[in-house]
């Protein structure tokens, strides 16, 4: 209850692959009604490169570009220890030695405060022999509003039980943008769902006297582009398979040779065919610096990277994904394009005593096209709201940190 001691306290909510457009589809009134009530609304919120799930998770929570904390894809070849990493085996996400830098649950319970994670990427491995408090690991089909009340159930813990930081990750958007694609009726009746939740945990901190409290931070990991079935380059085509050892980052394709010294001849071969194609490749330590992606051995020795548009496969892996035979005729989602890509931006959104009108002196005023009714979420135009200018999601650290009176650990951010 609001009227009782509370600590400041920080909620951070994931929603992946809520593309920043999603906003103006008239179907999330909760959402759009937190800027014209007095809360924050950037424009958008640039994701990290490669825009996926894993690395842009874990840069939220570290300050980090995924070369410093090393979650440089969702699956990856670390030469020293001379292993994969793959995000779905959950032997390798409890294992402390793949994961960098400091999350904010860490640096929280290592300054005396408490903090519940419900699903976060990069939760489950101790980070300095650090845990959150409470931690729940990845279970597929939770109910957006289940995962609202176990945020409030801790909430609700008494004063020395209870987390000043909680997170939870909410995945039903991305997954509908995958297979239906970004401009399908699933999209649309995911967006739904996540505003609900974004509704249903507003009335729940209003019921405890907690709205001018709590800070909470929506937030998502990337966008999602359409791309047809067809617009497949195969690497089979390009190079002799024998030669590679592993393969990283769909849609891109990162090769990583058996051998150091095919790294040049692969190189080449590939420079030569990607003449007028719709892909360029590099060399690791030549890939583009606003990417911020040549500085950790886990980044492969070769990068291909395709328009928007175009995924990289395999035809074996092309046979047993959901691109598969037969199914070359329809559009679906895809993301991990290059970050500036307006398909590929996120959304951040913030409400809380630390995030009133004008209480960030960078903030800036831009107009908002449109105002959801909450009765029947129809569009009507709207004056001038609280707009603030896009920012990297690496800045989000800092910024939790700040709110929580928290030292930051070293990181990327500017804040």
């Given at each position: 209850?609001?009227?009782?001691?509370?600590?400041?306290?920080?909620?951070?909510?994931?929603?992946d692959?809520?593309?920043?457009?999603?906003?103006?589809?008239?179907?999330?009134p909760?959402?759009?009604?937190?800027?014209?009530?007095?809360?924050?609304?950037?424009?958008?919120?640039?994701?990290?490169?490669?825009?996926?799930?894993?690395?842009?998770?874990?840069?939220?929570?570290?300050?980090?570009?995924?070369?410093?904390?090393g979650?440089?894809?969702?699956?990856?070849?670390?030469?020293?220890?001379?292993e994969?990493?793959?995000?779905?085996?959950d032997?390798?996400?409890?294992?402390?030695?793949?994961?960098?830098?400091?999350?904010?649950?860490?640096?929280?319970?290592?300054?005396?405060?408490?903090?519940?994670?419900?699903?976060?990427?990069?939760?489950l491995?101790?980070?300095?022999?650090?845990?959150p408090?409470?931690?729940?690991?990845?279970?597929?089909?939770?109910?957006?509003?289940?995962?609202?009340?176990?945020?409030?159930?801790?909430?609700?813990?008494?004063?020395?039980?209870?987390?000043?930081f909680?997170?939870?990750?909410?995945?039903?958007?991305?997954?509908?943008?995958?297979?239906?694609?970004?401009?399908?009726?699933?999209?649309n009746?995911?967006?739904?769902?996540?505003?609900?939740?974004?509704?249903?945990?507003?009335?729940?901190?209003?019921a405890?006297?907690?709205?001018?409290?709590?800070?909470?931070?929506?937030?998502?990991?990337?966008?999602?582009?359409?791309?047809?079935?067809?617009?497949?380059?195969?690497?089979?085509?390009?190079?002799?398979?024998?030669?590679?050892?592993?393969?990283?980052?769909?849609?891109?394709?990162?090769?990583?040779?058996?051998?150091?010294?095919?790294?040049?001849?692969?190189?080449?071969?590939?420079?030569?065919?990607?003449?007028?194609?719709?892909?360029?490749?590099?060399?690791?330590?030549?890939?583009?610096?606003?990417?911020?992606?040549?500085d950790?051995?886990?980044?492969?020795?070769?990068?291909?990277?395709?328009?928007?548009?175009?995924?990289f496969?395999t035809?074996?892996?092309?046979?047993?994904?959901?691109?598969?035979?037969?199914?070359?005729?329809?559009?679906?989602?895809?993301?991990?394009y290059?970050?500036?890509?307006?398909?590929?931006?996120?959304?951040?959104?913030?409400?809380?005593?630390?995030?009133?009108?004008?209480?960030?002196?960078?903030?800036?005023?831009?107009?908002?096209?449109?105002?959801?009714?909450?009765?029947?979420?129809?569009?009507?135009?709207?004056?001038?709201a609280?707009?603030?200018?896009?920012?990297?999601?690496?800045?989000?650290?800092?910024?939790?940190?700040?709110?929580?009176?928290?030292?930051?650990?070293?990181?990327?951010?500017?804040?």
């Open positions: 209850n609001g009227t009782h001691a509370f600590r400041k306290t920080v909620i951070l909510l994931s929603f692959g809520f593309r920043a457009d999603y906003l103006g589809r008239g179907l999330t909760h959402f759009n009604q937190i800027s014209l009530q007095g809360g924050l609304q950037a424009e958008f919120l640039s994701p990290c490169f490669p825009s996926i799930t894993f690395p842009n998770h874990y840069s939220i929570v570290t300050g980090l570009y995924p070369e410093a904390h979650i440089v894809s969702n699956e990856f070849f670390d030469p020293t220890f001379n994969s990493f793959y995000y779905k085996n032997t390798l996400n409890r294992q402390s030695r793949w994961w960098g830098g400091e999350p904010i649950w860490v640096t929280a319970e290592r300054n005396g405060q408490l903090a519940g994670v419900d699903m976060w990427p990069g939760s491995a101790p980070v300095k022999d650090t845990l408090t409470y931690l729940l690991p990845y279970k597929s089909r939770v109910a957006p509003r289940t995962k609202i009340d176990q945020l409030i159930s801790w909430l609700d813990q008494p004063l020395d039980q209870r987390p000043t909680l997170a939870s990750y909410v995945p039903e958007v991305d997954s509908a943008g995958h297979t239906y694609s970004p401009d399908s009726e699933q999209v009746s995911a967006l739904a769902l996540a505003d609900d939740a974004v509704g249903y945990l507003q009335d729940s901190l209003a405890r006297n907690l709205t001018n409290i709590v800070n909470v931070i929506y937030v998502s990991d990337h966008g999602m582009a359409p791309v047809p079935t067809s617009q497949v380059i195969y690497l089979d085509d390009l190079l002799d398979m024998e030669q590679v050892r592993f393969i990283t980052g769909y849609p891109l394709a990162g090769i990583t040779p058996h051998v150091d010294e095919d790294i040049p001849v692969l190189y080449e071969t590939l420079k030569a065919k990607s003449e007028g194609q719709r892909w360029q490749v590099y060399l690791r330590e030549d890939i583009p610096a606003r990417f911020h992606y040549t950790n051995e886990r980044i492969p020795p070769i990068v291909c990277i395709p328009e928007v548009g175009w995924v496969f035809r074996q892996d092309y046979a047993h994904t959901h691109l598969g035979v037969g199914l070359t005729d329809r559009t679906i989602g895809v993301h991990g290059d970050n500036l890509d307006p398909s590929m931006r996120a959304i951040l959104m913030a409400h809380g005593p630390d995030f009133r009108y004008g209480s960030l002196t960078a903030a800036t005023t831009a107009e908002i096209k449109y105002k959801p009714d909450l009765d029947d979420s129809t569009l009507s135009p709207v004056a001038p609280f707009i603030h200018s896009a920012f990297s999601n690496i800045e989000l650290y800092n910024l939790m940190c700040h709110l929580l009176d928290l030292p930051a650990n070293s990181n990327n951010g500017t804040l």
